[in-house]
């Protein structure tokens, strides 16, 4: 799929919780084919703190809207000034970026596992699992019930279950400590959230020998595979997140 | 129509625009965003004879108008260039170029030996300037005698097109572009990357795994077009300037301080179509000013002050 | 409360925020803004024995995320100084110190000399890198046979304290960092400008009337920050990082790198409030931390990797 | 009067001309006094094109509303910036700043010659004389019709007179040719305009031996007397236009 460069049109900008939003952007054009796992570039004009280019996966997309959404979690100065866009105002892209997470077979059972910014790609993944007439299992780590986001969104695609580090919600602990992971019978497990979460889970998973990728949210500074700066070592050498990733298959990764 | 277009040597470039090495990998990824053969060149990312894996993670981290990187020259190396990269770009019509590294000027003579075989590769650019590599590089080059040696070696060696990229990391850089061409290479280019650091403060740690790194974009723009204007002045040899080049204002800046060429890095990862633009800008400019030659502006700054 | 203050010899320092010399005149002029007693010290501006015109305007243009300058020690010389502006600033409670410029190893002394009469002066800031000068500055401070001998020759005149102020535009800060150390100066200072240079392109011409200026501003910062982290390695004497610090988390970068004490720039051209804020933002990092002391943070990086 | 830097809100944004609009922005606090001749530095965030702070004339002022004008042509990156402001948006001002116009005395016969964004401290000097009892004269010079700014406010404030370079309004010409300027008599005139105007009305002047004060924009790093990068020579040697200026007697001036 060609790479474009574009200025998408800020359809809405909602805030969901004090650090959290959702932009909705609109393509100039038809929106080009996106997979669950794919990310784009956004441009941040005008800012000397905000020289390069930010990534953010896609969170949901309609094709007939000609739009994708993107979820923000506010980590500094670049998302700091995203959240403050107003609709109608102007946010250049390049897109489709990155390797999407690979299709599961029919009839597989599937585990997801997300954590904070990390359950942004996971929403357009248990959409698209559900269209494979999936219903996947979503198990999602949170600081506090405070902190919670999106969780409706996802019920509509599967089972959500929910841990907060306090217990204020769902189960007390880490998702790590859940028994879905701990002990469900899964074919594939998807993930993304904290490295030290991903880390987690990906040992869980190969102890359990059950089928995972995880994708990694690395520094990058173009996203499009020439500046070399957003490798990850894996069994096969040094590779690209943008354009090998982001999505990684546990097995390769040398944690 | 105005013209673009000039020599090094005997090598004619349709015009001025180049992509910097290390920060358009072999050119194939750009195609997407703009047609290669419109460039004046393209010189694809640091080789080294054998692979190497580069510097850990994390490599890269933004700065006030710029960013620092420690990539450390990560490539497969000559022989997969060959195999795989060579055959996809020898139907250009543009000049592509290699970026030529080296630990050791045996390494760098080997490796300029072998390209001097690849028949569509009209120039190497010798890089005496990377901060990123513990041997070799920017230690080679901001030492007056290394600096020396390891260009006349290759030149000995490479008949075709050198260009020696220089390092900004110097008390004069006019004595690094006379050694050069006192050398016999056939062009400078000029800066490679300052040699920077950055500190995460919330974390209490150095930014990058290799602590120092090297720092481009516009930050480096000034201390770049006047290292372009010394060394144009003190050298005959054509000057491609290099440093933060992000719209067809500051690659005039460049020529206008005394570049025949230049050369476009950071930029492209911010916008990979930029170079076109630049291409587009400097012409319109040209028609402008009712200039027909870009070639009028090099140096202008000097001719007319 | 948390401790911010140091020595610098036998010299006391409240905190370890200063104003930098060339950006905060006499001091006087930011009392609309500051108290001047808050603060670690005031560097006031470039001085020389006689008055100096400085150069011709235009002397200074923005560039991305800093500037370029050529005042040129523009400034009315030591007698005004002792006249008009010593006894306006004897009466304050922070340490004053003037930055000491000569053309000829002859000036820097006798200025030097003359200095070390004002009781209330306990330092000088000897500046071996204006590159706005023909004469002395920065010719001194990138030559180290020069270098040394005004270096040596100060010391011998001045028995206060004597900072050394050191030029980036060197191959090796280690080289003059060590210079300074072993003539006997009590600390150094770093980064002065990095020389550099822009091009009005729309005008066609030079956008300053001495065509090179001074680079400063957050540009700089990941320049000087690996510069002081080198100098801190190099040298046993305290070192003091300048360049592009705009707030409490730049200068604690330099801090971690390894200064000392910080100076503030550019930064005061855009609020001149600023020191102040980087002393309280200091201060609410260490408490935050946990730390007691400022000073645990110095070189931070280089005890803990 | 001590120099206070403050967050001012903008009250209003007036397009004007393609070129020029006027700011009103709001004193958080009682309105320090300013005399016409006097200048704001304004902080314009975020950018690496406008990291330094940029100068303008107080153009109008209301101490009841506790409210400045300035009167901004379109220069650059920062004012490009500014002219997008929106009612309610901050910006952060460094003022009072500047050495004002001199004080004419009762019953002298005043001219004020402008050009371009020169106009700008001409209004709020007007408004001053006014109020001194004096009618000024008022010469305002222009590129075309189009061009034209402000009149219809000067006209509160004295007589008011136009020239065109290409003659579509007022007189056809410069202003350094009108008869005003050429044979008027005036016990003072005061300019603000381009360099090359204000040159030819100070060699006027000086001919005729009237008193002329100039406003000068000279390239400001600070604005507060700390950087010396905003000088003119003159016959006491360089001074600063920040501070001992930006408005120079003509007899001061080297030019
Ligand atoms: C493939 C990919 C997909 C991502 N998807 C999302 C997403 O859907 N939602 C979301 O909220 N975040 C996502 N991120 C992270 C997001 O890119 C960063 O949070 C954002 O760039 C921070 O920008 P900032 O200017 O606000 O922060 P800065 O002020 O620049 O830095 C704040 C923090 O963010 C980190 N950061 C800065 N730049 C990047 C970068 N280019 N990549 C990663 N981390 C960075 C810094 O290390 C620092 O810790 C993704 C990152 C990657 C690589
Ligand atoms: C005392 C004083 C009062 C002024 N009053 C007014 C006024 O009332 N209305 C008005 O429209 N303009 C006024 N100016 C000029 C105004 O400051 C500049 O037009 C403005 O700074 C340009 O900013 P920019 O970012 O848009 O332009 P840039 O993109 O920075 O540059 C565009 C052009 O503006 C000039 N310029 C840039 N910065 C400055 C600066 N700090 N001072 C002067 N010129 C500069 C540049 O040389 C260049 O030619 C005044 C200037 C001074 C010194
Ligand atoms: C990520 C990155 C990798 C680079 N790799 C190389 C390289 O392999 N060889 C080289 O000579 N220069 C390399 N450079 C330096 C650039 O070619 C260029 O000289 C420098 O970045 C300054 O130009 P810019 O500011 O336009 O980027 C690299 C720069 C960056 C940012
Ligand atoms: C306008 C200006 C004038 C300066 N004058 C002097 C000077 O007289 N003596 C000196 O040692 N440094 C001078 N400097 C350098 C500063 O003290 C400082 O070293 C440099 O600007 C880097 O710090 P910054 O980025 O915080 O400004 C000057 C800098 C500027 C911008
Ligand atoms: S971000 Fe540049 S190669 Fe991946
Ligand atoms: S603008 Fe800095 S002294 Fe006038």
Redesign the pocket.
């Known amino acids: 799929m060609a790479k474009l460069i574009r200025d998408f049109k800020v359809l809405n900008n909602t805030k969901i919780t004090q650090d959290y939003f959702i932009l909705e952007l609109v393509s100039p054009e038809k929106l080009q084919n996106l997979m669950p796992g794919q990310f784009v570039q956004v441009r941040i004009d005008g800012s000397r703190e905000t020289f390069l280019r930010r990534p953010f996966s896609v969170h949901d997309l309609d094709y007939d809207k000609n739009s994708i959404k993107i979820l923000v979690q506010i980590a500094g100065k670049g998302t700091e000034k995203m959240s403050k866009l107003l609709p109608g105002e102007i946010l250049n892209i390049i897109y489709p970026l990155g390797r999407p997470f690979s299709e599961p077979n029919k009839g597989e059972n599937i585990l997801l596992v997300g954590g904070g910014s990390g359950v942004a790609p996971l929403l357009f993944l248990a959409k698209h699992i559900k269209q494979l007439e999936i219903n996947p299992d979503i198990l999602l780590g949170f600081k506090s019930q405070q902190r919670i986001i999106e969780t409706e969104e996802f019920e509509k695609y599967g089972r959500v279950f929910i841990t907060t580090d306090d217990g204020s919600a769902g189960r007390e602990g880490l998702v790590t400590e859940h028994p879905l992971l701990l002990k469900g019978k899964y074919d594939r497990i998807y993930c993304c959230g904290p490295e030290a979460m991903m880390k987690a889970v990906v040992s869980l998973a190969k102890s359990r020998n059950i089928f995972c990728e995880v994708s990694l949210e690395h520094l ?11 490798i990850v070592k894996t069994t096969r050498g040094n590779i ?4 090998e990733g982001p999505v990684i298959n546990a097995n390769e990764l040398l944690w | 129509m105005v013209n673009l277009s000039f020599k090094i040597g005997n090598l004619s470039f349709k015009n001025p625009v180049i992509t910097a090495s290390g920060t358009c990998g072999y050119g194939i990824e750009l195609e997407d965003f703009i047609s290669l053969e419109k460039l004046g060149g393209i010189i694809v990312k640091g080789m080294t004879l054998k692979p190497r894996e580069g510097n850990p993670y994390p490599r890269m981290v933004e700065t006030p108008s710029g960013m620092l990187n420690s990539v450390g020259l990560q490539n497969n190396g000559i022989e997969y260039f060959e195999k795989h990269i060579y055959p996809r770009l020898t139907g250009l019509d543009t000049n592509v170029m290699i970026n030529v590294n080296g630990s050791t000027i045996e390494e760098y003579v080997e490796l300029a030996e072998r390209i001097s075989h690849l028949e569509k590769i009209p120039a190497i650019e010798l890089n005496i300037s990377c901060p990123n590599v513990k041997m070799g590089g920017m230690a080679f080059g901001t030492n007056p005698v290394t600096a020396r040696e390891v260009i006349k070696s290759v030149r000995k060696v490479y008949s075709r097109i050198l260009i020696v990229k220089l390092s900004p990391n110097v008390t004069s850089i006019e004595e690094f572009a006379k050694i050069a061409e006192d050398e016999g290479a056939d062009a400078i280019s000029l800066v490679n990357t300052l040699l920077g650091m950055a500190i995460d403060v919330k974390k209490m740690k150095p930014s990058l795994a290799t602590i120092t790194g090297g720092l481009s974009g516009p930050a480096i723009k000034p201390v770049a077009v006047r290292m372009v204007w010394q060394a144009a002045k003190t050298v005959k040899i054509p000057v491609i300037g290099i440093g933060g080049i992000m719209n067809e204002i500051d690659a005039l800046e460049f020529i206008m301080a005394g570049a025949t060429a230049i050369q476009v890095g950071t930029a492209l ?1 911010i916008d990979p179509s930029v170079p076109c633009k630049i291409i587009t800008g400097i012409e319109q400019f040209l028609v402008e000013r009712g200039f027909e030659d870009y070639s009028l502006l090099i140096g202008y700054i000097n001719k007319n002050f």
Chains 1, 4 share one sequence.
């Open positions: 990058m500074a173009c996203g499009i595979g020439i500046c070399l700066c957003c690209c997140t943008c354009t | 990862f």
